[in-house]
Structures are given as structure tokens and as C-alpha cells.
């Protein structure tokens, strides 16, 4: 049974860089998923972040591009999550999860981590 | 990307039948059989409910159905009982090779 757990400080000053990991248990980081991050801002809706396969492929929500960074750690089984240039709008609970299936593709996230706030705050 | 459009909120008795819309464009739910929709329970991780439109993970109640036409996905739920009151979420595959999410639904049992 694969299961996720994000780490990482739940606390970030503004302009700083928000950093986050995704430890995968039960399961290879190298299987046929993708892995992805979700946030929810509180109070609101989810908002695809971006998303990561183990050969270091990537998609990134175009409204985050530039600032998003998503890495693959296969030594250590886990991935990450970078978001540079913080502001108060990108306090949210963040979330990892896995995709259903790569090749052929499966549009689904059916695991998931149980989420860690970040707060973006001097 | 614009996020997908779903009604802030859907009610119903226990028994009825409710159903849940999610509308995109042809560049995304129109486009592709790709729509996956969740259920969240407050202070809760996202639940996977359907995957590609219409597939149900294992685990998950038949009372949950998907279905699409053009570019409006509908999740179904019928014999609503008191625990499926939560928020409901669409996705969609997109395009540019990205994920969009809908507004969210709050779903109420009366």
C-alpha cells in the first residue's frame, strides 16, 4: 500500500523559497506514475501545482512556471516541490500525490499525502 | 489556464439523487476522456471518486457515477446518505499537457 508524507517548514518568510519533500512508502518512486503537488489555499479550492516522472520528466501549471521547481530523488524514494519568490498568497495546505498511470495515461490522483500548511509570513 | 466551472453548491434529501457539473472547453473536458473528480471531507486529503469520466477505483460506492457530453462532465450520486456531504472537485486533463481543477461543490444532505 503506497503511502505519501510531505515534510518541510511550515513556515516561510515572503520573497523567500518555499521547500517541500514527498516521501513515497510502499511502493517505487520508479513506477509507471506520475507524482504531483497540489495546494489549497484555506478557505478555497485546489490548484494543480505540477507533476513529475521518475525519469525527471515535467508539467507545470503555466500560472507557476516560473517560480516552480519539481524534482525526483530516486536514491531516496521521494520528490520535491521548490516555489520561489513567496508571498502571502501562496499560504495553502500542500499536498503530494500520485497519478493512476503513466503509459497508457490514467487521469486520476489516487493516493495522497495528508497535506502540510504552509504560511508565508515575516 | 481557467479553472473549470462547477455550482458552488448541490442539495439533497437521503435517497434522492444529485448530480454535480463541471464545465470546461474543447481544449480540455470537451478535448479528452480525461476528467477525474474528488470528494473532500473538511480538514480531509482529497478522495479519488472517478478517473477518465467514468471508471470508479476500487473501493468507492457504485452510488458514484460519471458521465460526459461536449464539454460538461456531470458526477452522479445517488441514494445520497448523510456521509457524502462534502466538497466535490473536478479535473481535467488539458491541452498543454497540464491539470486544471473545477471551483469545487459543497454538497449538502438535508
Known amino acids: 500500500q503506497v503511502q505519501l508524507q510531505e515534510s518541510g517548514p511550515g513556515l516561510v518568510k515572503p520573497s523567500g523559497t518555499l521547500s517541500l519533500t514527498c516521501a513515497v512508502s510502499g511502493g517505487s518512486i520508479s513506477s509507471s506514475n506520475w507524482w504531483s503537488w497540489v495546494r489549497q489555499p484555506p478557505g478555497k479550492g485546489l490548484e494543480w501545482i505540477g507533476e513529475i516522472y521518475h525519469s525527471g520528466s515535467t508539467n507545470y501549471n503555466p500560472s507557476l512556471k516560473s517560480r516552480v521547481t519539481i524534482s525526483v530523488d530516486k536514491s531516496k524514494n521521494q520528490f520535491s516541490l521548490k516555489l520561489s519568490s513567496v508571498t502571502a498568497a501562496d499560504t495553502a495546505v500542500y499536498y503530494c500525490?500520485?497519478?493512476?498511470?503513466?503509459?497508457?495515461?490514467?487521469?486520476?490522483?489516487?493516493?495522497w499525502g495528508q497535506g502540510t500548511t504552509v504560511t508565508v509570513s515575516s | 489556464q481557467s479553472a473549470l466551472t462547477q455550482p458552488a453548491s448541490v442539495s439533497g434529501s437521503p435517497g434522492q439523487s444529485i448530480t454535480i457539473s463541471c464545465t470546461g472547453t474543447?481544449?480540455?473536458?470537451?478535448?479528452?476522456?480525461?476528467v477525474s473528480w474528488y470528494q473532500q471531507h473538511p480538514g480531509k486529503a482529497p478522495k479519488l471518486m472517478i478517473y477518465?469520466?467514468?471508471n470508479r477505483p476500487s473501493g468507492v460506492s457504485n452510488r458514484f457515477s460519471g458521465s460526459k457530453s461536449g464539454n460538461t462532465a456531470s458526477l452522479t450520486i445517488s441514494g445520497l446518505q448523510a456521509e457524502d456531504e462534502a466538497d466535490y472537485y473536478c479535473?481535467?486533463?488539458?491541452?498543454?499537457?497540464?491539470?486544471?481543477f473545477g471551483g469545487g461543490t459543497k454538497v449538502t444532505v438535508l
Open positions: 500525490a500520485r497519478r493512476l498511470g503513466a503509459y497508457p495515461p490514467v487521469y486520476g490522483m489516487d493516493v
Open positions: 474543447s481544449s480540455d473536458v470537451g478535448g479528452y476522456n480525461y
Open positions: 479535473s481535467s486533463y488539458t491541452s498543454s499537457s497540464t491539470l486544471v
Open positions: 477518465d469520466v467514468t
